[in-house]
């Protein structure tokens, strides 16, 4: 996989609990790991999105999936820490 760097500029206060989050890992993995799961997520959320246009689903059905998804985010949120 090719690698391009990047510079990104943030408060320092941020600087500090990014440097205090990722440990002894090194920074710039640790970022590229969030914003990766971040991107991902955003994508299953256009997905989601597309679900609901396409199948039109009755509002029970919407609260019962939107009630499984969340909880499987929020394991994933939970795994990954």
Do not use: C, H, N
Request: charged share 35%.
């Amino acid at each position: 996989m090719a690698i391009r760097r990047i510079t990104i500029s943030v408060p320092e206060g941020v600087a500090g609990r990014i440097k205090k989050a990722a440990g002894k890992k090194p920074v710039s993995s640790w970022v590229t790991d969030l914003i990766e799961e971040r991107l991902d997520d955003v994508e299953l959320e256009r997905k989601w999105q597309a679900f609901y246009r396409d199948v039109a689903p009755k509002r029970p059905d919407i609260r019962r999936a939107d009630s499984i998804f969340g909880r499987l985010m929020g394991q994933r949120r939970r795994g990954a820490a």
